[in-house]
Each structure stands twice: as C-alpha cells, then as structure tokens.
Nanobody
Framework: QVQLVESGGGLVQAGGSLRLSCAAS????????MGWFRQAPGKEREFVAA????????YYGDSAKGRFTISRDNAKNSVFLQMISLKPEDTAVYYC??????????????????WGQGTQVTVSS
C-alpha cells in the first residue's frame, strides 16, 4: 500500500508561483509512474502532468504546458509540481497519484492506483 500526502498549496495572486510536493510512504516510488491531477468545483478531475519512473519522460496536459514542471526525487520518495505564471483558472484541488504499472504514462485518472488527499490551490485575480 502506498500513502501519498500533498503539500505546498495555498493562496497566490495571478502571475505568482507555487511548488507542490507529494511525499510517499509505505513503498518506494521508484518503479511507479507519478501524476498530478486537479479538480475544480463542479468539474471533472483533469490531468495536469505525469512523469516516468526514471524521471526522464514527462507529459503535460494542455493547461500545464509551458508553465508547470513535474519532477521527482526517488531517493526522497517524492514528486513535485512547480507552477509559474498562475492564472485564476488554475484554482482547484491538486492531487498526486501513483500508477504501479510503471510502463505507460496515462492521462486517465482510472490508470492510477493510489491518490493523495489533495491540496488546495487558489489563484486570485
């Protein structure tokens, strides 16, 4: 079993930056594909970014391209999401997720086995 805990969310003005962290316990993440998703009130959960087990391959949703960067530190069993140039439409609960297959990066939430509780990101205009 993997437990994921997100942190780093908060209130930021438009144009600002935040760095989200996801710390894992229970198992090492070095063989897992890791992803970030977000969900705004009344909307479906949206793919943000994902990273391969080695960290070499990354993939971003359209809303994240050019502004967000996903990274991981397998030695610290952690994954990060650096967000810059934040917009009010980025406001959502951000979730960290882990896919134990480790072979294919998927944008679908159903492809992930473990989820954190989420961290709120609010961007004011």
């Amino acid at each position: 079993q993997v437990q994921l805990v997100e942190s780093g969310g908060g209130l930021v003005q438009a144009g600002g930056s935040l760095r989200l962290s996801c710390a894992a316990s229970g198992r090492t993440l070095r063989s897992y594909v890791m992803g970030w998703f977000r969900q705004a009130p009344g909307k479906e959960r949206e793919f943000v970014a994902a990273i391969s087990p080695s960290g070499v391959v990354t993939y971003y949703g359209d809303s994240a391209k050019g502004r967000f960067t996903i990274s991981r530190d397998n030695a610290k069993n952690s994954v990060f999401l650096q967000m810059i140039s934040l917009k009010p439409e980025d406001t959502a609960v951000y979730y960290c997720a882990a896919d134990h297959s480790g072979t294919v990066i998927t944008q679908s939430p159903s492809g992930y086995d473990y989820w954190g509780q989420g961290t709120q990101v609010t961007v004011s205009s």
